[in-house]
């Protein structure tokens, strides 16, 4: 794609092809949610509790584990498809007929930093732009007056910025960050109320055309030009974001179909809430982040905790989508860096697992109440149709009209894609 016509997100680029999707809600459970508890039921894991795991287990592991540890939770099914679903997310649950489940994927990296940068990047080992930052380049935005990638507290460990960073890519595609807490939703540092509107105004034209003289000067600097319309784009929002983060005018129903005023899930809810508004004003890529589901030890108190925090809210979303219509052109994606192993740690507690763990999608152009993908019979190693990282991207991009081998970005003497030299697109979940 030519550099310059991507360079800015004011306004809404082609698509290689027809979309099936025009924005990507990406729920990510941050730290590694164990499949085996949660959407991969195995009845053997059940059976063989205690004994020792039948096969040889990774070379490299994070930690060691012992025996095989069975689910602490029951499974139940759902739905006109029968979904399996443990009991830590009976909301979910309910909404099992519009999910795509892929059980299938597969990483390379066992510990947290690498995992993250692998799915949110594409590398574990360089820094490369975020799938956000890949998709705002090449769709650009629907609304320019708001980012075309906005990240909700995400996690600055475990590869920090990179997540949601934009690389070598212009910077205006980076991810904005919005922080949500129990006061409220805010962007840091987006307005200064002590100096008025045309004050702000003009020293943005000021700035502009210094750096435009600066460019005129020196040449072309796709960096440059990314910086100024990055103030041009934060004045705007100046106006329609303050509107967007205030919640007070959501109904009754709306707030108790989310959990908005209950605890646990008040948090998440204002999340899921908030992306949905993004995803109607015209974001492209709103990325939601929850914590940290990380059990080595205590599974069964945290896992039911994490999922008591997120389930109602992460539903609640499902079906708000889908009676506004927004599902039917929204890409929703559940998932975390990796699973964990199906052989204890202690005797409460599982390590990381990036062999086979389970994600789950919603919306735009898959099959819906449909699963794709085994692990073994234990939930270790990904076995049938094993779905690697860059696939999944290779599918997302693929939903949003977008070819991974074509969109690419030249730099350093070649040129880059989310998918790097593999990738293939898992056609079998498609609609």
């Not at 574990?124 to 956000?132: A, E, H, L, Q, Y």
């Amino acid at each position: 794609m030519d550099l310059l016509a991507n360079s800015s997100n004011a306004s809404t680029l082609a698509p290689h092809f027809a979309p099936k999707a025009k924005r990507v809600i990406f729920l990510f459970m941050h730290g590694g949610p164990s499949s085996v508890d949660t959407f991969d039921y195995k009845p053997r894991l059940q059976q063989d509790h205690g004994k020792p795991l039948p096969f040889a287990k990774p070379r490299v592991q994070f930690s060691q584990t012992g025996n095989l540890l069975g689910s602490p939770w029951k499974f139940s099914q759902y739905g006109n498809s029968g979904a399996y679903v443990s009991e830590l997310f009976p909301h979910v649950g309910q909404c099992v007929d519009d999910l795509t489940f892929v059980k299938s994927l597969w990483g390379s990296n066992e510990a947290h930093g690498g995992a993250l940068l692998k799915i949110h990047t594409g590398s574990d080992t360089f820094v490369r732009p975020s799938m956000g930052s890949w998709i705002s380049y090449g769709l650009g935005s629907e609304n320019q007056n708001m980012p075309s990638f906005i990240t909700m507290n995400p996690t600055l460990g475990h590869g920090g910025v990179q997540n949601f960073g934009s690389a070598f890519l212009p910077a205006i595609h980076q991810g904005t960050r919005l922080n949500v807490d129990a006061s409220g939703a805010r962007i840091t540092n987006l307005a200064n109320k002590n100096i008025p509107t045309d004050v702000r105004q003009s020293e943005l034209a000021m700035l502009r055309e210094l750096n435009q003289n600066e460019i005129a000067a020196t040449g072309p600097d796709a960096q440059l030009e990314a910086r100024i319309q990055s103030f041009e784009l934060a004045f705007r929002m100046q106006t329609e974001a303050p509107g967007l983060l205030d919640l007070s005018n959501e109904t009754k129903a709306t707030r108790d179909l989310y959990g908005m005023d209950e605890k646990p899930t008040e948090l998440i809810a204002q999340q899921c809430i908030l992306a949905r508004r993004f995803a109607e004003s015209g974001v492209r890529f709103i990325q939601c982040s929850h914590n940290y589901w990380d059990s080595h030890g205590d599974l069964k108190a945290q896992h039911t905790k994490l999922a008591k925090e997120t389930d109602k809210p992460i539903a609640g979303l499902l079906r708000d989508l889908k009676v506004r219509g927004l599902l039917d052109d929204t890409l929703v994606i559940w998932g975390g860096e990796f699973g964990r192993t199906p052989t204890g740690q202690g005797g409460d507690g599982r390590d990381h697992n990036p062999h086979g763990f389970t994600w789950w999608l919603a919306g735009a152009g898959l099959k819906p109440g449909t699963s794709f993908g085994q692990t073994d019979e234990f939930g270790f190693y990904a076995q049938d149709n094993k779905v690697h990282i860059h696939d999944m991207h290779a599918t997302i991009l693929h939903l949003l009209g977008l070819d991974h081998e074509k969109l690419t970005y030249r730099y350093a003497g070649r040129d880059f894609r989310l998918t790097d030299v593999e990738g293939k697109i898992v056609r079998e979940i498609l609609a």
